[in-house]
């Protein structure tokens, strides 16, 4: 994968060129907390029939750097990452897809910078917290995720399955981005969502129960968002139903070309 280079050290990204030629937006996947981009493995050779895909790691997540100093895992330094891998390529206008966390700072970046997002596509992913008390709860649970993989090491993922435990370069990455990149600081995503005004598919795992809720919200909020749950499926349902998801996926991006 190629590397760009970053204030913070560089970040690994890849493009999957359409399979062939295309003026659709490309697509920009971001992976979730703790997994790295080869988590839409199941996704990416659906996706690029028609347009080009850029995936990517986060700092301090798979072959991306990890560096010491933690003011480096910020959210304001993921979506520069985001938009400094946009210019590289020369997009302009680009769906965003993400995970989870990929998904929160999808919808961070449609907020800070909406003419250059075509679309939005939200995989198990939460718009954040209004109440400072919620919020607080999400923090701390954020920074024991830290302390066990600080305690424990890479084993403290757990065995997710969009978990790809043996491309980490270094857990210590991942214990700055507990401590750093997954705490939310403010309501500004979640209250922004009315202002949305592209298209989004908020897709969802039926198992995904701490999750549910938030898909339900942000599709109500969204104004042109549809929501899809998605049977048989948990936190990634893209990896655990990779055919129906890819499937909807490649509806709603059909939609929008």
């Not at 996706?47 to 991306?64: E, N, P």
């Not at 043996?166 to 969502?193: F, Y």
């Amino acid at each position: 994968m190629p590397k760009l280079t970053r204030p913070c050290g560089s970040i690994s990204f890849d493009v999957i060129k359409a399979a062939q030629h295309t003026t659709a937006p490309a697509l920009m996947l971001s992976h979730g907390f703790g997994a790295t981009s080869a988590m839409f493995a199941p996704n990416v050779p659906t996706l690029a029939t028609h347009r080009d895909v850029i995936t990517w790691d986060l700092r301090g997540h798979g072959a991306s750097a990890s560096p010491a100093d933690p003011q480096c895992y910020s959210a304001a330094h993921a979506l520069g990452d985001m938009q400094a891998i946009l210019d590289t390529l020369g997009v302009t206008r680009a769906v965003l897809g993400g995970h989870s966390l990929g998904g929160y700072l999808s919808l961070s970046f449609a907020l800070d910078h909406p003419d250059r997002v075509a679309g939005l596509i939200l995989i198990g992913t939460g718009p954040g917290f209004r109440k400072d008390d919620a919020r607080d709860a999400w923090n701390r649970r954020a920074h024991a995720t830290a302390q066990r993989l600080s305690q424990e090491g890479i084993a403290a993922l757990g065995d997710s399955s969009e978990l790809h435990r043996e491309t980490h370069a270094d857990v210590q990455g991942l214990v700055q981005a507990a401590n750093g990149t997954l705490v939310q600081r403010d309501a500004r995503v979640i209250d922004g969502l009315p202002d949305i005004r592209v298209p989004a598919l908020v897709i969802v795992g039926e198992g995904d129960k701490n999750f549910l809720a938030a898909a339900d919200y942000m599709a109500a909020k969204i104004p042109a968002a549809r929501e899809v749950v998605i049977p048989d499926a948990g936190h990634a349902a893209n990896v655990d139903q990779p055919q129906r998801v890819n499937a909807e996926m490649a509806a709603f991006l059909a939609d929008l070309s």
